[in-house]
């Protein structure tokens, strides 16, 4: 029988779009239950898909902030998850419960 091999799921390598970029953070908006990290985490998955350098540049921010602030370790400031999702080219919207 032949071996079988595995490779680690990132999901940066099935975002392809725009449009599948803002499904999956509209996905992650919901599924976050108030976890701020875990929505940064999410933006870091969409920023590896676009290129972090690319997001960093047009954030305005430093590579190295980048990675730390989506990091999932911390909480960004408002600000900057502002300035980075602007950088990926969405757009956050509310709407009633």
Known sequence: MPKTTTSRYDVAEHLRTPEEMAAYLEASLEEAN???A???KSLGDIARAKGMSQVARD????RESLYKALS???VPSFDTILKIVS???LKLHAEAR
Do not use: N, T
Not at 59 to 62: K, N, R, T
């Open 34 to 36: 108030g976890d701020a």
């Open 72 to 74: 999932g370790e911390r």
């Open 59 to 62: 954030a305005g921010l430093s």
């Open 87 to 89: 950088a990926l080219g």
């Open 38 to 40: 875990f929505i940064a």
